[in-house]
């Protein structure tokens, strides 16, 4: 019972007034998930495009009353998945004249300094943080996206990700462990590390 679908005859314009008032403000919200999954902004805006023709298309197996966050995010994590498998057949293309012209580039900063005013550094670490984030496996960088920073619960991620709770908590754990390490060593990289 738990993961049978439940479907709702809807009229055409019962259906377009739920897309409209429960999907339709979640885009932005949408979008930052698909960007923090795909990293790449083009491939975040057509899994969004994608994630919303699937939500209209499917829009009768939404229970009205329920999460519509949810129930759009497990579509968008899905199609990033369908997509993510095609992609990881295909073989890995390189544009070896933007990689030449990034090398012999003499705009290139070589002088790097260890002595950084705060402001600096604290944009560093923003950044820091993001690229550890983005450095993550996708199944631990979607687990910290959901509840860290979009703030689902745990039954609610195990919903989105076909998961059980168990496996939610424990993947989560890691995830955080892992991030964790990637800063210590970024912070002792650039001498804020104390012995501990």
């Known amino acids: 019972m738990e993961n049978q679908e439940i479907t709702t005859k809807y009229t055409e314009s ?76 295909q073989p890995s293309k390189v544009d070896y004249q933007e990689v030449e012209q990034i090398y012999n580039s003499e705009d290139t900063p070589v002088n790097l300094t260890t002595d950084l005013r705060v402001d600096v550094l604290q944009g560093m670490i923003g950044d820091e943080v993001a690229n550890a984030l983005n450095s993550l496996a996708v199944d631990f960088r979607t687990v910290i996206i959901l509840c860290d920073i979009e703030g689902f619960t745990y039954e609610e991620m195990a919903k989105i990700l076909d998961i059980p709770i168990g496996t939610v908590r424990s993947r989560l754990h890691r995830a955080r462990n892992i991030l964790k390490e990637k800063l210590r060593d970024y912070v002792k990289k650039v001498g804020y590390g104390g012995e501990g």
């Open 14 to 89: 019962e259906k377009y007034k739920i897309f409209s008032e429960e999907f339709m403000p979640l885009m932005d919200a949408a979008y930052n998930f698909a960007f923090r999954l795909a990293l790449d902004e083009d491939d975040a805006k057509d899994l969004v495009q994608e994630t919303y023709m699937k939500a209209f298309r499917f829009i009768e197996s939404f229970q009205k009353g329920t999460n519509a966050k949810a129930w759009l995010f497990r579509i968008l994590k899905n199609s990033f998945i369908n997509e993510y498998r095609k992609k990881s057949k």
